[in-house]
T-cell receptor
């Protein structure tokens, strides 16, 4: 069975400092992994995705994530935080090895709230 | 290109009333999902569909019904609303269960 654990429910950084949002996953099959962002009172937007190509994935707004199979991790990083990065971030896993059905449901982490202080 | 459109955006219901939330996508996606989002609980899957005419239960299906009569539309029904169904509801669609595209959400309050 697949699962996702976001290790921090809340992260606070100062503007201009690096961001690290941690995500560990569990999957019996080759996973696809995603990070979504949700700004206050908004919908969810895809930040980036890993689908078995390059292990370092670059996304929008300067974010990137590295897939580490040995550590079962997919941490999200950004070199320099901006005030507009303040939002809720969700790590998501899905398995692509099975036919359509239960095993293609997106499995969501509980989210990490990122605060950026001036 | 509208993507995923949810209607309505806001609704207040009295306990026991019924309503239908409509989700429409124009990307020809096979998969569609209904989620609810509650504070501290992330997104929880209510029902999903892998194609026209098919639906399946997610994590929290009780009190909800769905229909997918057309590929582009996925309807979520509340037969008899309860205060526990106060939530923000998100619809999403995806191509073959890969990355999902979301609507802007429906904020539902049941009083």
């Amino acid at each position: 069975a697949q699962s996702v654990t976001q290790l921090d429910s809340h992260v606070s950084v100062s503007e201009g400092t690096p961001v690290l949002l941690r995500c560990n996953y569990s999957s019996s099959y080759s996973p696809s992994l995603f990070w979504y962002v949700q700004h206050p009172n908004k919908g969810l937007q895809l930040l980036l995705k890993y689908t078995s190509a390059a292990t370092l994935v670059k996304g929008i707004n300067g974010f990137e994530a590295e897939f580490k199979k040995s550590e079962t991790s997919f941490h999200l990083t950004k070199p320099s935080a901006h005030m507009s990065d303040a939002a809720e971030y969700f790590c998501v896993v899905i398995s692509l090895d099975r036919p359509p059905g239960n095993n293609r449901k997106l499995i969501w982490g509980l989210g990490t709230s990122l605060a950026v202080n001036p | 290109n509208a993507g995923v459109t949810q209607t309505p955006k806001f609704r207040v219901l009295k306990t026991g009333q019924s309503m239908t939330l409509l989700c429409a996508q124009d990307m020809n996606h096979e998969y569609m999902y209904w989620y609810r989002q509650d504070p501290g609980m992330g997104l929880r899957l209510i029902h999903y569909s892998v194609g026209e005419g098919t639906t399946a239960k997610g994590e929290v299906p009780d009190g909800y019904n769905v229909s997918r009569l057309k590929k582009q539309n996925f309807l979520l029904g509340l037969e008899s609303a309860a205060p526990s169904q106060t939530s923000v509801y998100f619809c999403a669609s995806s191509r073959m269960g890969v990355e999902a595209f979301f609507g802007q959400g429906t904020r539902l309050t049941v009083v």
